[in-house]
């Protein structure tokens, strides 16, 4: 069955340092998203990504994030100047359409830890 | 803005027992899903049910949906340890183009 992969499964980085998630979307999809979990906290949407283009973005999302389909395959999120309190657990997800019935399966996620 | 609400926070069943989570949310919405994580882990998608729908199965797992009351539950019958984990409702909404999830319910099964 398809799904969602995500590299690394964990990062480490210094404070002030830029990031790259990665993430492979199921292949047929259209839509892609990017979300994150604080530890012990809920799943926040950060973004979602269609036609080459931001669709929709919270606020959280705001300056230092960037997110990027540099060719078929991948879906990156940037964090230009990592800060402490972007530690969390970051989730790729794409469906193949919007609407209803319309799924979005996750990837297993990549834990960033900023010291 | 609508957000998905679950209750309890926590539950701890006995292994075989059924397991009820509820899940209530705010605005109307498009569809409905719940998913699992273990703990640390990445978040499986278990059901979705759809504005129009009432109720779906899905092995042992039993999802209603009641729009008039803007809730949901998750019903697990004959749980078993490896049922322990957190389960998420998650609503989007005809607006918007992502999941809201609820703060989960955290769900422990003893053998």
């Known amino acids: 069955e398809p799904e969602v992969t995500q590299t690394p499964s964990h990062q480490v980085t210094q404070m002030g340092q830029e990031v790259i998630l990665r993430c492979v979307p199921i292949?047929?999809?259209?839509?892609f998203y990017w979300y994150r979990q604080i530890l012990g906290q809920k799943v926040e949407f950060l973004v979602s990504f269609y036609n080459n283009e931001i669709s929709e973005k919270s606020e959280i999302f705001d300056d230092q994030f960037s997110v990027e389909r540099p060719d078929g395959s991948n879906f990156t999120l940037k964090i230009r100047s990592t800060k402490l309190e972007d530690s969390a657990m970051y989730f790729c997800a794409s469906s193949r359409d919007r609407g209803q019935g319309e799924t979005q399966y996750f990837g297993p996620g990549t834990r960033l830890l900023v010291l | 803005s609508q957000q998905g609400e679950e209750d309890p926070q926590a539950l701890s069943i006995q292994e075989g027992e059924n397991a009820t989570m509820n899940c209530s949310y705010k605005t109307s919405i498009n569809n409905l899903q719940w998913y699992r994580q273990n703990s640390g882990r990445g978040l499986v998608h278990l059901i979705l049910?759809?504005?129009?729908?009432r109720e779906k199965h899905s092995g042992r797992l039993r999802v209603t949906l009641d729009t008039s009351k803007k809730s949901s539950s998750l019903l697990i019958t004959a749980s078993r340890a490896a049922d322990t984990a957190s389960y998420f409702c998650a609503t989007d909404y005809w607006y918007g183009q992502n999941f809201v999830f609820g703060p989960g319910t955290r769900l422990s099964v003893l053998p």
């Open positions: 049910i759809r504005s129009n729908e």
């Open positions: 292949s047929n999809h259209l839509y």
